[in-house]
């Protein structure tokens, strides 16, 4: 099963406003394991940057209004490819893998706006796998943002002073491993035991249709039998 683990910069909240992605950061993993395959791009949004989306993610300090010169760890994008350039690798690279992403409806929205300004197929809503979803049905009323997803599992994230996608996505796939049982896979076994035999929620034990052979040996059976006659007629093996 092939997964990808996805997150997405923006210069704001609405692609319909004008809002556009400037970084896609993705990780593969393969039956929940990461392959190490990524996927990374920062994207021209071909517009300025809002202040208040730089100081989120610090992306494009030469969008911004007025212009300034990029400070060490920020990231300029005037020389980056715009959406169209890379979209279509974008989506090879994607395919039909599920996509798992924090609050997936925030990110879906742009990459289909993107993807459809470009005339390039959408991807189905149904592909997506919420976390923030999964989270809030899992700790009702707790904290969801994967900040705070990291403090309940132990999740190392000293390195995420700013958003970046990448490094979100590498952080939200361990996430994502501890919301659906823990790190460790299960090989597959709960697939092949649920289809193979029925289990599952509903599932009971049943009698077996043949009875497994007695491990007592005959001469055990009748050292037993000598010991309880010697106790009597009371002996509690004697009573029906």
């Not at 990110?107 to 959408?122: I, S, T, Y």
């Not at 995420?160 to 996430?175: K, N, P």
């Not at 896979?185 to 092949?192: K, R, T």
Request: charge should be negative; aromatic fraction near 8%; charged fraction near 25%.
């Amino acid at each position: 099963m092939r997964e990808i683990v996805l997150d997405t910069e923006t210069t704001g909240f609405d692609p319909e406003s004008g809002d556009r992605i400037v970084e896609i950061g993705a990780v593969e993993l393969w039956n929940h394991v990461a392959t190490s395959k990524t996927y990374h791009v920062y994207i021209n949004p071909e517009r300025s940057m809002p202040d208040e989306a730089f100081g989120v993610h610090g992306i494009g300090p030469d969008l911004l209004e007025p212009p300034r010169a990029a400070q060490a760890g920020e990231v300029t994008l005037k020389d980056k490819p715009v959406f169209a350039k890379v979209g279509q690798e974008f989506r090879d690279f994607v395919g039909d893998a599920k996509l798992v992403i924090h609050n997936a409806s925030f990110d879906m929205k742009f990459l289909n706006a993107e993807l459809g300004w470009m005339g390039v197929p959408l991807i189905p809503m149904d592909q997506a796998i919420d976390t923030l979803a999964i989270a809030r049905k899992r700790f009702p009323g707790s904290p969801a943002s994967l900040d705070a997803l990291c403090r309940r599992f132990g999740i190392d994230n000293s390195n995420r002073v700013l958003h970046g996608a990448l490094l979100d996505s590498e952080i939200l796939a361990e996430v994502y491993l501890e919301l659906i049982g823990g790190r460790q896979p299960d090989f597959g076994l709960s697939a092949s035991a649920s289809g193979a035999s029925g289990t599952g929620e509903d599932w009971r034990p049943t009698q077996r249709p043949t009875p497994l052979p007695s491990r007592i040996t005959e001469a055990e059976q009748t050292a037993h039998q000598d010991f309880v006659e010697k106790l009597g007629e009371n002996a509690l093996w004697t009573r029906a």
